[in-house]
Every structure is written in C-alpha cells, then in structure tokens.
C-alpha cells in the first residue's frame, strides 16, 4: 500500500472553522483526498515545550487557547481519541533519534489541531496523538523530528504540521479582516518559500531565516513555521507539492503541502 504523505497546513484562525474562505474549503476536501489513516500525529504550533513532548492522554481534551471570539467558538470539541499505545512508540523512536523527549497528558487539542482536524475529520473517529514543537531549537531539530516519525506513514498514520506559512498577528491587526490581497513582504517571502520547496533546497530553507526575503518580519517568532519543517522530514526531506494557497487577513499565507 502507498504511504501516506506528510501534510503541512496553515490552520488560521480558530473562526476558520466558520469563515467562508478558501483556506476552509480546501481544508474541507483534504481528508478524503488522502488514503484513510488509522492514526493522526499532529505537530502543532501551538504547542510549544523544550525539547519534544508527546499526548498520551487517551481521551484528549478540547483547549480554547484563544480570547475575544465568539461564544459558539468556546462550545466546540474535538472528541477524536488518543493512542496512548502510539505515543509510546513515538516517544521512543524519537529518544532513539537523540531527541529530548518524554511522554505528558497535560495537553490536548489546541485550536492548531482540532481546527483543521475539524474540517478534515469532521467525524472525529481517529484517533490523534499531540507531539509538540521546541520554539528554542530551530528548523533542523524539527526536520529530524519529522524524520524520525517517518515509517510511521508506512503504517497508515498521517503526519501532520499545523502551523502557518507566514504569522505577523501585528501587521493583521493593522491590516484589518477585509484587506485580502498580500502586500509585496508576503508575497516575496511566500515566493521564495514556495520555490525552495518545490526545488528541493532543503539547506536553504533550514536556514530560511537569513536566506528568505523578509523572513523576520514574516515570522517575528519561529513557532508556527517550525510544523513545515517536521512534514519535510517526515516526507524524507526532499522536494514537496503545494496543495493550496490562498490568503486571510492580508498577511496570514494559508498554504499548504504535501511531502513524500
């Protein structure tokens, strides 16, 4: 059986779920486009510890990490089960790849998971393990975390990054909620991304932050671009697809790919 690719996804914000915009269509088809998975391991930005930590809760919780929004925004859960047994294995190959990692059941499902797991799995009858990113460590300990989870997708489990292809939340306040058109620092910066991965030039996006046109100002923190780089390694590193792109808010690029 072929295995299933690694997906990175831009999930937005947490009123994607209800926004009528491309970003959510596309996030709508995306699960019955992929080969079913047992399992889902989603590695999300907005999980963020030191070194790797892994759900092993077999009932995750919901978690509303977000403020100001509606009030049907906090009623929604994502009741997808845990696999404690799975996150034991990806504690320990991880450990084997010379990772800091250990299990925890403190977690759950941020809106970085259960977001676009909302749209694509609308049923929640997955099971979904939470691995967490290290915002202190950079591309490459992501990329070799992605690496180490990557027979995982031999074994029917998808791999995915939730993050965001670009994260300015200052400039998107002052852009406001109609301004959909990317000013000119996102589109070079979402240019030169896209290229490098289509290309396969891995080195330069492991060092994106001093190669890609205004690669700071698109990213002012690393957390939510450092899911990309766990797909491309769980993809086996090289080249991948786009699958979308489109944009919200001005400046949040809601691009997508698949890796191997």
């Not at 009123?15 to 709508?28: E, G, K, N, W």
């Not at 929604?76 to 799975?86: C, S």
């Not at 289509?198 to 205004?214: K, M, N, S």
């Not at 491309?232 to 001005?250: D, E, I, P």
């Amino acid at each position: 059986m072929t295995s299933i690719p690694a997906i990175f996804v831009s999930h937005g914000s947490p009123t994607l779920v209800l926004d009528d915009v491309p970003a959510r269509a596309f996030l709508q088809g995306l699960g019955d486009s992929l080969p079913r998975p047992r399992a889902i391991v989603a590695v999300s930005a907005h999980y963020e510890t030191p070194g790797v930590r892994v759900n092993t809760d077999a009932q995750p919780r919901t978690i509303h990490d977000f403020y100001g929004f509606p009030k049907a925004m906090y009623e929604m859960r994502y009741d997808a089960p845990g696999d404690p047994a799975l996150a034991a294995d990806i504690v320990g190959r991880l450990t084997a790849a010379g990772l800091d990692a250990d299990g925890e059941e403190r977690w759950g499902f941020d809106h970085g998971t259960w977001v676009p797991l909302t749209l694509m799995y609308p049923e929640a009858d997955i099971p979904v393990v939470a691995v967490s990113v290290d915002p202190e460590a950079g591309p490459d300990h992501h990329r070799r975390l992605g690496a180490a989870l990557a027979p995982l997708r031999d074994d029917r489990v998808l791999i995915l990054g939730s993050g965001a292809f670009t994260h300015n939340l200052g400039e998107l306040r002052r852009g406001g909620r109609a301004e959909l058109n990317a000013p000119d620092w996102v589109e070079r910066f979402v240019d030169w991304t896209a290229g490098a991965i289509a290309e396969g030039r891995t080195d330069d996006l492991l060092h994106y932050r001093e190669r890609a046109p205004d690669a700071a100002r698109n990213h002012p923190t690393e957390e939510h671009f450092l899911p990309l780089f766990a797909a491309l390694g769980a993809g086996g590193g090289g080249n991948g697809r786009r699958l979308h792109t489109s944009t919200t808010f001005s400046v949040l690029s809601m691009d997508a790919y698949a890796f191997g």
